[in-house]
T-cell receptor, first 113, second 113 residues
Framework: GDSVTQMEGPVTLSEEAFLTINCTYT??????LFWYVQYPGEGLQLLLK?????DKGSNKGFEATYRKETTSFHLEKGSVQVSDSAVYFC????????????FGSGTRLLVRP | KAGVTQTPRYLIKTRGQQVTLSCSPISGHRSVSWYQQTPGQGLQFLFE???????NKGNFPGRFSGRQFSNSRSEMNVSTLELGDSALYLC????????????FGSGTRLTVV
């Protein structure tokens, strides 16, 4: 079945460091791919998305490119801030008979001043 | 524009009781999904409703049920609560169950004692 695999956390970085969180997926067809972020005590916020191969999603300095050949959707940011500390979830969604989101296990990011 | 509203935010119930959680989607959104989030299992899909019809259901026992009303508001019910039902329950809505992802509410934190 469909699945999403994320790198284990926590990821601890200093402010202004470069961030990469790896995400790979297994799915039939051409799913849409998403990154969601969850701050403490809150629900999930959509960070960025890509709906077809080679699409690049971007928002708030974060970027991810839909790579069909490597079935990956890695999240990157050039310079992280303390306020980026949160849990990041990679997810896929197929548009056939089911619109459910399938999530990875989440990666906790901690940014130190 | 109001977001997805979930009530109550926190709930404490005793084993064996039942509970009803409520979700008001973004105005105009017709698709509502529910997810359970636990530290051990991560984010798991419960069910999805579109125009008052359950379109998909996850792998949860029959104690978990839901419904959607004509105004798109949704409720989920858990009967005969077990300790393992303690979780954050997240509701998400989208315009028409598209592959553009969902907007999530802040969740209801259910604790079963």
């Amino acid at each position: 079945g469909d699945s999403v695999t994320q790198m284990e956390g926590p990821v601890t970085l200093s402010e202004e460091a470069f961030l990469t969180i790896n995400c790979t997926y297994t799915a039939t067809g051409y799913p849409s791919l998403f990154w969601y972020v969850q701050y403490p005590g809150e629900g999930l916020q959509l960070l960025l998305k890509a709906t077809k191969a080679d699409d690049k999603g971007s928002n708030k300095g974060f970027e991810a490119t839909y790579r069909k050949e490597t079935t990956s959707f890695h999240l990157e940011k050039g310079s992280v801030q303390v306020s980026d500390s949160a849990v990041y979830f990679c997810a896929l969604q197929r548009g056939d008979s089911s619109y459910k989101l399938i999530f990875g296990s989440g990666t906790r990011l901690l940014v130190r001043p | 524009k109001a977001g997805v509203t979930q009530t109550p935010r926190y709930l404490i119930k005793t084993r064996g009781q039942q509970v009803t959680l409520s979700c008001s989607p973004i105005s105009g959104h017709r698709s509502v999904s529910w997810y359970q989030q636990t530290p051990g299992q991560g984010l798991q899909f419960l069910f999805e409703y579109f125009s008052e019809t359950q379109r998909n259901k996850g792998n949860f026992p029959g104690r978990f049920s839901g419904r959607q009303f004509s105004n798109s508001r949704s409720e989920m019910n858990v009967s005969t609560l077990e300790l393992g039902d303690s979780a954050l329950y997240l509701c998400a809505s989208s315009l028409a169950g598209t592959v553009d992802g969902y907007t999530f509410g802040s969740g209801t934190r259910l604790t079963v004692v």
